[in-house]
């Protein structure tokens, strides 16, 4: 399975400001997702990260608020924008390594907004 | 409905028995089952792939019913290091093509 990196791998931030999430990986991977677990829940996809092309986001969540790049197959970030404290998550990156149907979590990043 | 339904305990066993979880998946068009473990304040780890003829690690056993949208993961001789929450996940095909949807989690405590 691919080695995977998440910076920061924590923060406390103020609201109304914005926070951008690295996600890392070892090796070239052809789909990458970013997900969010509120506490005490599970994780719910956020959104598709597409190299070279716009993430494909899920229900309920947009492109202003969590905008996402994807500038080659080993790096990706999130951006958490204009923060409140509803936002307050694990933000978790993972790849979809070529040839399986299976998917490998980063560290995640656990924010929190005051 | 929720897309995957899972019992969230928690289940509270000895070391030494077995145990079992169930989970129900609402979309039939679904093409990956996987069972998660996922420790506290970590990231969820895969524990294996579900696939129709059933299939087993070790200790742990896991069952696909396609008929009934059914998933089950059997846990023998429960040790200490099984204490984690337990992730029910399920694969989209076509046009959802690698997005997972996760149970909310089974918690599995052992216990001396």
């Known amino acids: 399975s691919a080695v995977i990196s998440q910076k920061p791998s924590r923060d406390i931030c103020q609201r109304g400001t914005s926070l951008t999430i690295q996600c890392q990986v070892d090796?070239?991977?052809?789909?990458m997702f970013w997900y969010r677990q509120q506490p005490g829940q599970s994780l719910t996809l956020i959104a598709t990260?597409?190299?070279?092309?716009?993430?494909?986001?899920e229900s309920g969540f947009v492109i202003d608020k969590f905008p996402i790049s994807r500038p080659n197959l080993t790096f990706s970030t999130l951006t958490v924008s204009n923060m409140s404290p509803e936002d307050s998550s694990i933000y978790l990156c993972?790849?979809?390594?070529?040839?399986?149907?299976?998917?490998?979590f980063g560290p995640g990043t656990r924010l929190t907004v005051l | 409905r929720k897309e995957v339904e899972q019992d969230p305990g928690p289940f509270n066993v000895p070391e030494g028995a077995t145990v079992a979880f169930n989970c129900t998946y609402s979309?039939?068009?679904?093409?990956?089952f996987f069972w998660y473990r996922q420790d506290c304040r970590k990231e969820p780890k895969l524990l294996m792939s579900?696939?129709?003829s059933g299939n087993e690690d070790g200790r742990f056993t896991a069952q696909l019913n396609r008929a009934s949208q059914y998933i089950s993961l059997l846990i023998r001789d429960s040790k200490l290091s099984d204490s984690a929450t337990y992730l029910c996940?399920?694969?989209?095909?076509?046009?959802?093509?690698?997005?997972?949807?996760f149970g909310q989690g089974t918690i599995l405590t052992v216990h001396p």
């Open positions: 090796s070239q991977v052809t789909m």
């Open positions: 996940v399920v694969g989209s095909g076509g046009t959802s093509y690698g997005k997972l949807t």
């Open positions: 990260a597409n190299q070279g092309s716009e993430a494909t986001y």
């Open positions: 579900v696939y129709s």
């Open positions: 993972s790849v979809e390594t070529q040839g399986t149907d299976t998917q490998y």
């Open positions: 979309n039939s068009a679904s093409q990956s």
